[in-house]
């Protein structure tokens, strides 16, 4: 009834787009759909480093007399140790918990969850992912120069980390490259930022309203926003870090420093300052990890459900509340610093405020839950540990927010145990859970149920096994951060928890390459995916999957209802579809009839 | 909303939108979108500059606040570094720039294509001008031996003036893009507006850095 | 009509129907054993802290168990709600019920949560305010702690009462002198340093935390209280030990690569145990 599709000028150019080379197409590209795929590559090889790097952390404490044979020297040092503690903290939290659920999955499907053809600013996309790539390839040679990682933490505190290798192995040039690649990271970062942003605010199909936008669209945008604002203060910090360290500036480096008996020229500087500066960033960050997989649980939680999402409008208010006192809350990481004892009261009452809005959108998630028709395919498995994981992880929240407890936690296993369930596992759940949930639409095909279910169940029992125990060792006194337990006396009563660990830790890490051979193989071998294989509502599941060039071949949508109208009374289907108009207008002819 | 103002003002409606107040949807009978053009809304520009400006503010905000902290917990009397008195002729000829890019760009939105290019020019000749100046200043204070390292209020002198001039300079070079190269995605109106805002909201912060420089003893 | 036929060719994933049963039943299952497992294991205290030995570590541990009674009760009913929903719902071949939500049940929950966190804060701040914001009693016994990678070294005032001027430029511990007193001091001459910590029962420690070269941490389980040293700082830190005792000292805060094997002794003895170590000491030096 309309001009027919292939003559329409936008289709001529999509055409066009087919005919570049394999350079301009894949690698150097502004496709946001490929920049996604180039990031979501980069976190699987990141996370891959990261988890072998925990696994010889895991072996080290068990059997630290052991002879490795990778290792130079044969016995892994303490030096070595603490390398490997800092570089598996600082690649998962940045090129793994960063990248994956905002880079990947953010960049692939925001625009065409709001019906657009692109990101806003395709080419500083494409900029975004090539620092990113620059900033992992400067860390990863850390490793390789004299003196090897850095051994400060992914924290950097100095003045162990801004006096160079006087202080430690590899606090010279390792540390210069971590900082280096941080720098990098954060510029990606903010360039990434502001693409989403932009894009979310001025390129929404026309009748998609603020309150029409997918849960998951709501997550990219909060955390965009904080990436914003928080990457430009460790920007600020990382420059006046690398002053300190190549420039003899002393903004966190006091005088009468002696270190190894020399005595250092500095003055009037403040370690204090510094872990400000970081932690105003290092808290938004892990929100940043966190949200989208949030905003992912509840679409995958709402499409398995066959139910909308409860209290829709709330759980956009809680991201955005989560997102807001994630600002205001660093100081619960300085509880013991010196920081005036009055800021620790101010601090912990608005750290507990922010479990509120966790906990609504929990209770919310259960509520989606109720009454529902639950089907139990694998990325709804994963949507289910991301509750648990994350019902767990928060409330031990609760105990660290209280300086009067953290002066007893803190530093012990039990605050490893508290982040590593919240981001080294609720949010690892959200990126498995958007991996199964998405890889139909990126890819075409389906991954394997069966496989993928036994990925879920040896996951999620390993990894309760590895961070329950936790607790038990910080609450006992075992410190973190600790080479081996050859120190303090009493640590040797906790080797037993230790060992029932890293066994665990080895079956879950094994267990992670069941998803690895589903994943690769499904690519190539995988049963063709149709359109819409979860009978979902939202738009991505409009087009075809994997979506053409510009995401929907030349006809963009116009949205109509809300994102998860699911069992509407009255209904012909258990799901309406966001481009569906009311059931008394036929829906409009598009590519998808064909087949 | 502002934007929607301004890109009224100068004729410019963007294509695609929010839902409040949106296209109609589609030109089809059906009430399909598909014959809608799906680029780029050129106020999503305009959107991107002030996204950016923020996150620059972010910036700036973390380096004055790291200022006061190190001052409030310095163990030895702050020793403000004196002002070379050149940064006082920079002041001027950056506010001064700010008039002619407002001239500028009154021109352009007056189709007066002579005097929006020579008001341009004299924008990015002063802003070139001013970063000389701040140079100048660096070498003024290096010749009284005040360096980066000297004590924390040069360090902060320096970082605040250098990385406010690398911004500057980000600016000129925009500038000088437009002056020379049309952009296809990017049209001219637009373009001019958003490196605007850019160099105003540059002007505005050397102005906040300077008169905080100048007063640092009174924090 | 067009629509029913585009929802058929659509829906490729049927539901899995009777199987989910069994996942239904084994998630339900996992979730109630590891609740069942949790709470055992803390209410057994089956890996406890070592008993407290101040009457301020005691009301930490009070706080502590209430707080575990309030996340014990969220974690237990949160979790066997997610089991039931699980169990409960499963696809049996029934239609969803379609809500969109309640707002009253979003409101009480929204308050409930709120005052109990607040309430548990509340509470938790009072027993801070108690370790470090109220002033500890008149006459403390002042040890200053130094720490350095990766050693602690401890001073006391002597018979003097008062603490000899420190230089950092006189740091030396090859000749003797790791913390750079300074010899022309006279309130220097009769400080004691040694390198753990010896203090009287039933008396207010007053202990000065600072640190020569990194960030460093005075931790002692038994207090239930922790300490970073920080280079440029001096931190006070408080408390009355009523149980006499071998305690360890660590440091929790990276320090390097000897971070491991930072660690010394708190030794609380009786009163006449303490006039005799500070006779023994003085001799020594």
Redesign the interface.
């Known amino acids: 009834?309309?001009?027919p599709?292939n003559t329409?000028?936008?289709f001529g150019r999509a055409a066009a787009h087919a005919e570049k080379a394999f350079v301009r197409r894949y690698i150097f590209s502004t496709d946001h759909k490929i920049i996604g795929l180039q990031y979501f590559f980069l976190a699987l090889t990141a996370v891959t480093v990261g988890i072998v790097l925990s696994l010889l952390m895991r072996f080290h404490l068990v059997w630290p007399a052991a002879h490795l044979p990778f290792v130079s020297g044969g016995i892994m040092?303490?030096?070595q140790y603490?390398a490997l503690v800092t570089m598996h903290g600082t690649l998962m939290v940045f090129f793994v918990l960063t990248t994956a659920p905002q880079g990947a999955f953010g960049n692939f499907f925001l625009p065409i969850q709001i019906g657009?053809?692109?990101m806003?600013?395709p080419r500083l996309n494409m900029l975004s992912f090539w620092l990113t790539f620059s900033a992992f390839l400067c860390m990863m040679a850390a490793f390789l120069v004299r003196g090897g990682a850095p051994?400060?933490?992914w924290t950097a505190?100095?003045?162990?980390s801004a006096l160079g290798d006087v202080?430690?192995?590899g606090e010279g040039t390792g540390q210069t490259l971590w900082l280096v690649s941080i720098l990098i990271f954060c510029l990606a970062s903010?360039l990434g930022?502001?693409?989403f942003?932009?894009?979310t605010?001025?390129?929404?199909?026309?009748?998609?309203?603020?309150m029409?936008m997918p849960l998951t669209v709501w997550a990219w945008f909060v955390t965009a926003i904080l990436s914003?604002?928080a990457?430009?203060?460790l920007?600020?910090?990382g420059?006046?870090l690398f002053?300190d360290r190549s420039?003899?500036?002393?903004?966190f480096?006091?005088?009468?420093?002696?270190?190894?008996?020399e005595?250092q020229m500095r003055?009037?500087?403040?370690?204090?300052?510094w872990q400000?500066?970081f932690w105003?960033f290092g808290h938004p960050e892990v929100y940043i990890a966190i949200l989208p997989g949030m905003g992912v649980t509840s679409q995958i939680i709402a499409n398995f459900?066959?139910?909308?999402v409860?209290?829709?409008?709330?759980m956009a208010i809680a991201i955005c509340a989560i997102g807001f006192l994630g600002f205001l809350i660093w100081g619960h990481h300085m509880f013991?610093?010196?920081m005036n004892?009055?800021s620790?009261?101010a601090f912990?009452?608005l750290t507990?405020?922010i479990?509120?809005p966790s906990?609504?959108k929990?209770?919310?998630w259960?509520?989606t839950?109720?009454?529902?028709?639950?089907?139990?395919?694998v990325p709804m498995?994963f949507a289910?540990g991301f509750?648990?994981f994350f019902?767990?992880g928060g409330?031990?929240g609760?105990?660290l927010?209280?300086?009067?407890?953290d002066?007893?936690l803190?530093?012990?296993y039990y605050v490893v145990a508290h982040f590593h369930l919240v981001m080294g596992v609720a949010a690892i759940f959200g990126i498995f859970g958007a991996t199964y949930y998405w890889f139909p639409k990126m890819f075409g095909r389906m991954m394997n149920e069966t496989l993928g279910?036994i990925h879920f169940?040896l996951t999620?029992?390993a990894v309760?096994c590895i961070f329950?125990p936790m607790h038990?060792?910080g609450?006992?006194?075992g410190?973190?951060?600790?080479?081996?337990a050859?120190?303090?006396?009493?640590l040797a009563g906790?080797q037993p928890?230790h060992l029932f660990i890293t066994i665990a830790a080895f079956i879950a890490a094994t267990a992670q390459l069941v998803f690895f051979y589903n994943f690769f193989r499904s690519l190539r071998a995988g049963a063709r995916?149709?359109?819409?294989?979860?009978?979902a509502t939202t738009l991505e599941w409009t087009t075809s999957s994997p979506p053409l060039h510009?995401?929907?071949d030349?006809?963009?949508?116009?949205?109509y209802r809300g994102p998860y109208d699911?069992?509407?009374?009255g209904a012909?289907?258990?799901f309406l579809m966001q481009n569906?108009?009311d059931?008394q207008?036929?829906?409009?002819?598009?590519p998808?009839?064909a087949? | 909303m502002r934007t929607e103002v301004i890109t009224d003002a100068i004729g410019l409606r963007?294509s695609?939108?929010?839902?409040?107040n949106?296209?109609?949807?589609?030109d089809?009978?059906?009430?399909?979108?598909?014959?809608?053009?799906?680029a780029?809304?050129q106020?999503?520009?305009v959107?991107?500059m002030l996204?950016?400006l923020?996150?620059?503010l972010?910036?700036?905000?973390?380096?004055v606040s790291?200022l006061v902290?190190?001052k409030g917990?310095?163990?030895?009397p702050w020793k403000a570094t004196d002002v070379p008195r050149i940064l006082w002729l920079n002041t001027s000829i950056l506010v001064a720039s700010s008039i002619t890019l407002a001239r500028s760009r009154r021109d352009f939105l007056t189709r007066d294509e002579a005097g929006f290019r020579h008001w341009w020019g004299v924008t990015t000749i002063l802003g070139v001008f001013f970063v000389a100046g701040q140079v100048l200043a660096w070498r003024q204070l290096v010749a009284a031996g005040v360096y980066?390292?000297t004590?924390?209020s040069s360090?902060f002198f320096y970082?605040f003036t250098a990385a406010h001039a690398a911004h500057l300079l980000g600016g000129i070079v925009a500038m000088l893009a437009i002056a020379f190269h049309r952009g296809r995605r990017l049209d001219h109106s637009t373009a001019t507006q958003v490196v605007s805002i850019y160099w105003h909201f540059l002007d505005a912060l050397w102005l906040c850095l300077f008169v905080l420089l100048l007063l640092q003893d009174r924090l | 009509m067009?629509?029913?036929r585009?929802?058929a060719?659509?829906?490729?994933?049927r539901?899995?129907g009777r199987g989910?049963v069994v996942?239904?039943v084994?998630?339900a299952l996992?979730?109630i054993l590891?609740v069942a497992a949790?709470v055992y294991?803390f209410a057994e205290h089956?890996?406890?802290?070592?008993p407290p030995i101040t009457s301020a570590a005691l009301?930490?541990d009070h706080?502590?168990n209430l707080?575990?009674y309030?996340?014990g009760a969220?974690?237990v009913l949160?979790?066997l709600?997610?089991a039931y929903?699980?169990f409960r719902?499963?696809?049996r071949g029934?239609?969803?019920?379609?809500?969109?939500?309640?707002t009253w049940?979003?409101i009480a929950?929204?308050v409930i949560?709120?005052a109990t966190?607040?309430g548990?804060?509340?509470a938790?701040?009072r027993?801070?305010?108690d370790?470090?914001?109220l002033p500890s009693s008149d006459d403390p016994i002042q040890v200053e702690v130094t720490e350095?990678?990766f050693v602690y070294t401890f001073r006391y005032p002597g018979p003097d009462g008062k603490f000899g001027r420190l230089e950092?430029?006189l740091?030396?511990?090859?000749t003797g002198n790791p913390l750079?007193i300074d010899p022309s001091d006279p309130a220097g001459k009769d400080d004691i340093v040694a390198s753990s910590l010896t203090v009287p029962v039933d008396r207010p420690i007053e202990l000065l935390i600072r640190s020569?070269?990194?960030?460093h941490?005075f931790?002692v389980?038994e207090l239930?209280?922790?300490?970073?040293a920080?280079?440029?700082?001096v931190?006070p830190m408080h408390f009355t030990p009523d149980r006499i005792g071998h305690y360890?000292i660590?440091?929790?805060?990276?320090?390097?690569?000897?971070?491991?094997?930072?660690?010394s002794m708190l030794d609380v003895v009786s009163a006449s145990g303490y006039t005799a170590f500070l006779k023994r000491e003085a001799a020594a030096q």
């Open positions: 009834m309309n001009a599709a329409h000028p936008e040092t303490p030096e603490l657009a053809p692109d806003a600013f051994i400060s933490g505190y100095p003045p162990l202080t430690g192995p903010l930022s502001i693409n942003i932009s894009t605010i001025d390129m929404r199909a026309p009748g998609m309203t603020l029409r914003l604002l990457f430009s203060v920007l600020a910090g420059i006046l002053l420039a003899g500036t002393s903004f480096l006091p005088a009468g420093l002696v270190v190894n008996s005595l003055n009037g500087g403040s370690p204090l300052l400000h500066l105003f459900s066959r139910k909308p409860f209290g829709y409008r709330v013991v610093s010196g004892p009055y620790g009261l912990s009452m507990l405020a479990a509120v906990a609504v929990t209770f919310n259960l509520g839950l109720w009454g529902g028709k639950i089907q139990f395919h498995l289910l509750v648990s019902i767990t409330l031990s609760i105990f927010a209280q300086p009067a407890l002066t007893m803190h530093a012990t279910k169940w999620f029992g309760y329950m038990f060792i609450i006992a006194g410190i973190r951060r600790y080479a081996d050859t120190g303090p006396a009493y906790l928890l995916a149709s359109n819409n294989p979860w009978n510009d995401n929907f030349g006809r963009y949508p116009n949205v699911y069992s509407v009374p012909s289907q258990d569906m108009p059931e207008y036929p829906a409009p002819k598009g998808s009839d087949h | 963007g695609g939108g929010n839902g409040a949106a296209l109609p949807p589609g089809g009978p059906n009430g399909d979108g598909s014959l809608r053009s799906g780029v809304p106020r999503a520009y959107t991107g996204i950016a923020g996150g620059i972010m910036f700036f905000a973390a380096l790291a902290v190190r917990l310095s163990a030895v980066l390292a004590n924390a360090s970082i | 067009r629509i029913e585009q929802a060719r659509a829906t490729r994933f539901s899995p989910s996942t239904a084994s998630l996992f979730l590891f949790t294991i089956l890996f406890p802290a070592p009301m930490v706080q502590y707080t575990l309030a996340a969220a974690f949160a979790q709600g997610l929903m699980i719902y499963r696809d029934q239609r969803a019920h379609f809500t969109r939500g309640h049940m979003e929950w929204t949560t709120l966190f607040l548990l804060g509340i938790g701040n027993v801070w305010a370790l470090e914001i350095s990678q950092a430029s740091v030396s511990p090859a750079g020569q070269d990194v960030i941490n931790f389980r239930r209280l922790q300490q970073d920080v280079p440029g700082m931190i360890e660590v440091c929790t805060q990276l320090c390097g690569l000897g971070h491991y094997h930072m660690h």
